[in-house]
């Protein structure tokens, strides 16, 4: 059936408005939109590692979702989903559970790249049947913008500031796609909120209803994070998928393929020079920052197309 | 009929398990707990449970998977021992406070630092205030039979349970025990039927909010709530299950306190040779006695309280410091649970036992020796001692003369130094 953006937002929303989250944040769009991809028919359980999402969706007494939820800790949300998932089969065997459940985890990049890796790479080699979605903001947003394995090099972060003698994070984004990847999941991918969302809904869709461990990496901004004005969320997205800093790719039995394919790579300079985080880098002096950024995207978008194009032979 | 058999007490934890046939067993090996998570997914492996076992990467996910599982509905168990404990320990709080029904098998071992395999009680005690209950065992079939009544007691409480035994000592000693048939196993502890759980489709539920200072209070205060209440289900398992098997449970045994003149509050499997003790003194007519504490968690300070009341002086066991500087935990609380009353025992504390360190027979006849001393001198001396230590630092003058100088009457401290071992 053919995407169409009018009655994918006619639906019930799962999570619920009144939630706590930021005008122009980028979290509770993603949330919104996975589960927008479930047959409303299928009852969820949503797992949620501690992170801005947590605390803004579900405070006492109040929940945002119309789902079961669970929140333990910040560093065991796969693993605590791998718990309700093993329950649920084995309830579901014993005739106890009847209805069809599906299992989708939230997590923010500090609690996916960082403290809850270990965690993640236990569900994944297990095989659970359930969904992992990292809301990728880059850096730790709920406790005040730190920096992440997740936060890309040259970022102004709290815990990377840019300084007289150093210029923001002195590493590269860690590509938690690709070690994904390299567990082997049935289904990963990578995708952000842009255009229609189009991208986004199918790859929900496949996470959800292919069987096994599956992973969506959805770049999700921050408006406080990255310093941008609200309204300008999507263009965010868009900027960071037309100049290939976040590229969208999937991965589908250990196949390779590039989901969007800018028609003209815009230069990284038109993602960088919108946001707080990299305006130390438009500083005289500074250039080579840009041009290191440059090339380390061109490089990793090389590689990118590789295994694409190797995928493809 | 029951069943006599020869098991290791991890062995009867599996066995125990087998009979119970959890819904979701989440775990990872770590000695001495190991064995448990073997002996059980052979079990898995033989199609004879329903369980779904869960070979996690870590105790922290072993803990975690056992809060999703419990939450869903499902009756959840694991096993560890030492810095798996550790390991878990931001999750203890976690399952206590969502009031989870978690069964764990605790295998008693030193913590590490540096790294030691064998048994104390310093894992379990670092966990004592995280909101479970706490039962040890001093014998196999203690093992067994706790981890049967511990399902209920805790699924009737809400409250997650360790079920405590002494690491090598029980765990791989093999021992007669007694079994219990499979369907008396199954009609004692029942289907877990939640009222309330994430698969629960006509009711969502949403476990684990963000706790606002208006509302946290009350949640800890309702968990403080349930641990009181937890003390009456504790008995009434406890004498279902005797009448379903003969054998007694309490929070405690007393062995020989009826007409004693001093006695030993003891944990776990020294208590089997603290009896020996007691016997052999007994019969040289030296009127001494024994409690077996059974329920850490909850602390059951009244009824103790009145145990040891029966005595001039009772001496504490520490199987773990807490480096206070101030005794043990198991000390401070049961000491602390005498001082309303007008009529009390001296009470003195002992540092045993760590990382594996042999308690003999001998040790506890000093001890006795140690507590007719106290009495015959009317004066405890220093109440925080070692037992079978060498080698270590006693009070300098300095210190002494700091002590005397905060303590109120006369100057009795002959305590953190030489002789308080010597005696």
Same mark, same amino acid.
């Given at each position: 059936?053919?995407?169409?953006?009018?009655?994918?937002?006619?639906?019930?929303?799962?999570?619920?408005?009144?939630?706590?989250?930021?005008?122009?944040?980028?979290?509770?769009?993603?949330?919104?939109?996975?589960?927008?991809?479930?047959?409303?028919?299928?009852?969820?359980?949503?797992?949620?590692?501690?992170?801005?999402?947590?605390?803004?969706?579900?405070?006492?007494?109040?929940?945002?979702?119309?789902?079961?939820?669970?929140?333990?800790?910040?560093?065991?949300?796969?693993?605590?989903?791998?718990?309700?998932?093993?329950?649920?089969?084995?309830?579901?065997?014993?005739?106890?559970?009847?209805?069809?459940? !599906?299992?989708?985890?939230?997590?923010?990049?500090?609690?996916?790249?960082?403290?809850?890796?270990?965690?993640?790479?236990?569900?994944?080699?297990?095989?659970?049947?359930?969904?992992?979605?990292?809301?990728?903001?880059?850096?730790?947003?709920?406790?005040?913008?730190?920096?992440?394995?997740?936060?890309?090099?040259?970022?102004?972060?709290?815990?990377?500031?840019?300084?007289?003698?150093?210029?923001?994070?002195?590493?590269?984004?860690?590509?938690?796609?690709?070690?994904?990847?390299?567990?082997?999941?049935?289904?990963?991918?990578?995708?952000?909120?842009?255009?229609?969302?189009?991208?986004?809904?199918?790859?929900?869709? !496949?996470?959800?209803?292919?069987?096994?461990?599956?992973?969506?990496?959805?770049?999700?901004?921050?408006?406080?994070?990255?310093?941008?004005?609200?309204?300008?969320?999507?263009?965010?997205?868009?900027?960071?998928?037309?100049?290939?800093?976040?590229?969208?790719?999937?991965?589908?039995?250990?196949?390779?393929?590039?989901?969007?394919?800018?028609?003209?790579?815009?230069?990284?300079?038109?993602?960088?020079? !919108?946001?707080?985080?990299?305006?130390?880098?438009?500083?005289?002096?500074?250039?080579?920052?840009?041009?290191?950024?440059?090339?380390?995207?061109?490089?990793?978008?090389?590689?990118?197309?590789?295994?694409?194009?190797?995928?493809?032979? | 009929?029951?069943?006599?058999?020869?098991?290791?007490?991890?062995?009867?934890?599996?066995?125990?398990?087998?009979?119970?046939?959890?819904?979701?067993?989440?775990?990872?090996?770590?000695?001495?707990?190991?064995?448990?998570?073997?002996?059980?997914?052979?079990?898995?492996?033989?199609?004879?449970?329903?369980?779904?076992?869960?070979?996690?990467?870590?105790?922290?996910?072993?803990?975690?998977?056992?809060?999703?599982?419990?939450?869903?509905?499902?009756?959840?168990?694991?096993?560890?021992?030492?810095?798996?404990?550790?390991?878990?320990?931001?999750?203890?709080?976690?399952?206590?406070?969502?009031?989870?029904?978690?069964?764990?098998?605790?295998?008693?071992?030193?913590?590490?630092?540096?790294?030691?395999?064998?048994?104390?009680?310093?894992?379990?005690?670092?966990?004592?205030?995280?909101?479970?209950?706490?039962?040890?065992?001093?014998?196999?079939?203690?093992?067994?039979?706790?981890?049967?009544?511990?399902?209920?007691?805790?699924?009737?409480?809400?409250?997650?349970?360790?079920?405590?035994?002494?690491?090598?000592?029980?765990?791989?000693?093999?021992?007669?025990?007694?079994?219990?048939?499979?369907?008396?196993?199954?009609?004692?502890?029942?289907?877990?039927?939640?009222?309330?759980?994430?698969? =629960?489709?006509?009711?969502?539920?949403?476990?684990?909010?963000?706790?606002?200072?208006?509302?946290?209070?009350?949640? =800890?205060?309702?968990?403080?709530?349930?641990?009181?209440?937890?003390?009456?289900?504790?008995?009434?398992?406890?004498?279902?299950?005797?009448?379903?098997?003969?054998?007694?449970?309490?929070?405690?045994?007393?062995?020989?306190?009826?007409?004693?003149?001093?006695?030993?509050?003891?944990?776990?499997?020294?208590?089997?040779?603290?009896?020996?003790?007691?016997?052999? &003194?007994?019969?040289?007519?030296?009127?001494?006695?024994?409690?077996?504490?059974?329920?850490?968690?909850?602390?059951?300070?009244?009824?103790?309280?009145?145990?040891?009341?029966?005595? =001039?002086?009772?001496?504490?066991?520490?199987?773990?410091?807490?480096?206070?500087?101030?005794?043990?935990?198991?000390?401070?609380?049961?000491?602390?649970? &005498?001082?309303?009353?007008?009529?009390?025992?001296?009470?003195?504390?002992?540092?045993?036992?760590?990382?594996?360190?042999?308690?003999?027979?001998?040790?506890?006849?000093?001890?006795?020796?140690? &507590?007719?001393?106290?009495?015959?001198?009317?004066?405890?001396?220093?109440?925080?001692?070692? &037992?079978?230590?060498?080698?270590?630092?006693?009070?300098?003058?300095?210190?002494?003369?700091?002590?005397?100088?905060?303590?109120?009457?006369?100057?009795?401290?002959?305590?953190?130094?030489?002789?308080?071992?010597?005696?």
């Amino acid at each position: 059936m053919a995407y169409d953006l009018k009655k994918e937002v006619s639906k019930k929303d799962r999570l619920a408005g009144g939630h706590r989250l930021c005008a122009g944040c980028g979290a509770g769009i993603t949330v919104r939109a996975v589960l927008r991809a479930l047959d409303a028919e299928d009852k969820a359980v949503i797992t949620n590692a501690t992170s801005c999402l947590e605390v803004s969706t579900f405070m006492y007494p109040y929940t945002a979702y119309e789902d079961s939820y669970i929140h333990s800790a910040f560093e065991n949300a796969a693993a605590t989903t791998s718990g309700v998932e093993a329950a649920y089969k084995v309830l579901k065997r014993k005739g106890k559970v009847k209805e069809n459940f !599906k299992f989708i985890t939230f997590g923010g990049d500090g609690g996916t790249y960082d403290i809850g890796l270990q965690s993640l790479s236990g569900a994944l080699e297990r095989g659970h049947d359930m969904v992992y979605v990292c809301y990728d903001n880059e850096a730790y947003m709920n406790t005040g913008i730190q920096r992440s394995s997740s936060t890309p090099r040259f970022a102004d972060a709290t815990t990377s500031p840019a300084g007289n003698d150093l210029p923001g994070k002195i590493q590269n984004k860690k590509d938690l796609t690709l070690i994904v990847a390299a567990h082997g999941v049935p289904y990963a991918a990578q995708t952000t909120l842009f255009g229609n969302m189009k991208d986004l809904h199918e790859k929900a869709r !496949k996470a959800i209803y292919t069987k096994g461990a599956n992973f969506l990496n959805v770049l999700s901004p921050c408006p406080r994070g990255w310093g941008y004005n609200s309204e300008d969320l999507a263009l965010m997205c868009k900027l960071a998928v037309e100049t290939c800093v976040w590229p969208m790719y999937e991965i589908e039995d250990g196949v390779w393929r590039l989901t969007y394919e800018p028609k003209k790579k815009l230069p990284v300079e038109e993602f960088l020079s !919108k946001q707080g985080r990299f305006s130390h880098m438009f500083k005289p002096g500074n250039e080579w920052t840009i041009e290191a950024t440059q090339k380390y995207v061109d490089q990793k978008w090389d590689e990118l197309l590789k295994r694409c194009g190797d995928s493809e032979k | 009929m029951a069943i006599r058999d020869r098991k290791s007490g991890n062995a009867a934890v599996a066995y125990a398990m087998k009979q119970i046939n959890p819904d979701v067993v989440g775990a990872f090996p770590i000695t001495p707990s190991t064995e448990i998570p073997e002996y059980f997914s052979k079990y898995v492996a033989d199609g004879q449970v329903d369980t779904e076992f869960i070979a996690v990467e870590s105790e922290h996910s072993a803990m975690s998977t056992c809060i999703g599982a419990s939450a869903a509905g499902a009756r959840a168990m694991t096993a560890t021992s030492s810095a798996g404990l550790a390991y878990m320990w931001e999750l203890l709080y976690v399952a206590a406070s969502s009031r989870l029904p978690i069964t764990m098998a605790v295998v008693n071992r030193a913590l590490t630092g540096p790294i030691n395999i064998n048994n104390d009680h310093s894992d379990s005690m670092g966990a004592r205030d995280s909101g479970w209950i706490q039962i040890y065992a001093e014998t196999n079939q203690e093992v067994y039979d706790n981890f049967i009544q511990a399902v209920i007691i805790s699924e009737r409480c809400r409250i997650p349970i360790m079920v405590c035994q002494d690491g090598f000592i029980t765990s791989h000693g093999v021992s007669n025990i007694e079994l219990i048939e499979d369907e008396k196993v199954k009609e004692f502890v029942g289907e877990y039927e939640p009222e309330n759980y994430l698969l =629960k489709a006509e009711n969502p539920l949403a476990v684990g909010p963000y706790g606002t200072s208006p509302y946290y209070m009350e949640i =800890k205060r309702e968990q403080a709530q349930a641990m009181k209440d937890s003390m009456p289900v504790i008995l009434d398992v406890a004498k279902k299950f005797e009448s379903m098997t003969g054998r007694k449970y309490r929070f405690f045994e007393e062995y020989m306190m009826d007409d004693a003149d001093v006695a030993l509050v003891v944990m776990g499997s020294s208590a089997g040779t603290g009896k020996e003790a007691v016997d052999r &003194l007994r019969a040289e007519g030296k009127k001494v006695g024994l409690i077996k504490l059974r329920v850490f968690r909850p602390f059951p300070r009244r009824p103790l309280a009145a145990a040891m009341c029966k005595v =001039k002086a009772v001496a504490i066991m520490d199987k773990a410091e807490s480096f206070s500087n101030s005794g043990g935990p198991l000390f401070n609380e049961a000491r602390s649970s &005498l001082y309303d009353l007008p009529d009390k025992p001296y009470a003195v504390n002992y540092i045993y036992g760590l990382g594996g360190r042999d308690i003999r027979v001998e040790d506890f006849y000093d001890i006795y020796k140690d &507590l007719y001393v106290i009495c015959e001198n009317d004066d405890p001396g220093d109440v925080y001692r070692y &037992l079978g230590v060498r080698d270590s630092r006693y009070t300098t003058e300095e210190q002494r003369m700091m002590e005397e100088e905060y303590k109120p009457g006369a100057a009795r401290s002959y305590g953190m130094d030489k002789q308080a071992y010597e005696v």
